[in-house]
């Protein structure tokens, strides 16, 4: 027997070119996604997230006027003023320092990819259902620099080399079996990592529903670039 059928994501599009925008948006809608507005400025976009209340905004990183970080202030004005709705910021290229501005000030429901995921449908629809669901994805690239660049006090220091591949991939929003299927190990053996990288990083014991967010911010924060 089959449950009911799973609720249509609603999505509101911020990007100011056209093109890139409403070709997104055919290719999320074809995948039952549904694309309540657009977007082409971070002020538009603020303006139809109040109305509309989508499950999360896809943002532009980069938009007008200036084209440095607009899309970043307003993906963390939405995240302050409407906690319920997530946020997902694309970006043309890897910038660690506005990437750890968004993730280390909002803990749930916020996501930082590349452009290039959108191609990759399957990943791209699940990242933006983690993020509705409360989670948060980070680019595997962005991951892949964080780990190469050490730092004077690591609490990671402790975690032996396969715990630390199990918390790459639960900082890109990946479930215990998707982390089981990537490494090739049974689900219980990634039970068992995750138990120990929680005990490991100290994570507070009644934080049960978000340890596994804590020791993603736990992870980003010991590779925070200073200001």
């Given at each position: 027997m089959t449950g009911p059928p799973q609720r249509a994501l609603r999505i509101v599009l911020a990007d100011d070119a056209t093109l890139v925008r409403e070709g997104l948006a055919r290719l999320l809608t074809d995948t039952g996604i549904h694309v309540v507005a657009q977007a082409g400025t971070a002020a538009e976009l603020l303006a139809r997230v109040n109305v509309d209340r989508p499950d999360v905004a896809v943002?532009?990183?980069?938009?007008?006027?200036?084209?440095?970080?607009?899309?970043?202030?307003?993906?963390?004005?939405i995240r302050q003023w409407h906690p319920d709705v997530g946020?997902?910021?694309?970006?043309?290229?890897?910038?660690?320092?506005?990437?750890?501005?968004?993730i280390t000030n909002h803990s749930e429901r916020v996501g930082y990819l590349l452009k290039d995921r959108v191609t990759d449908l399957a990943q791209f629809t699940a990242a933006l259902r983690h993020i509705a669901?409360?989670?948060?994805?980070?680019d595997p690239t962005l991951i892949a620099e964080l780990v190469s660049a050490p730092t004077s006090h690591d609490?990671?220091?402790?975690?032996?080399?396969r715990e630390r591949d199990v918390l790459t991939l639960l900082a890109e929003g990946r479930t215990?079996?998707?982390?089981?299927?990537?490494?090739?190990?049974?689900?219980?053996?990634?039970?068992?990592h995750v138990r120990a990288i929680f005990r490991k990083l100290e994570l507070p014991a009644d934080a049960t529903e978000n340890r596994r967010v804590h020791a993603v911010l736990t992870y980003l924060r010991t590779r925070q670039t200073p200001d």
């Open positions: 943002v532009d990183i980069r938009m007008p006027p200036t084209f440095t970080d607009e899309g970043l202030i307003a993906a963390g004005q946020v997902l910021v694309l970006s043309q290229y890897v910038d660690i320092a506005y990437a750890m501005k968004l669901e409360g989670g948060s994805v980070v609490p990671l220091m402790h975690l032996t080399p215990d079996r998707g982390i089981a299927q990537q490494l090739y190990l049974a689900p219980k053996t990634v039970e068992a």
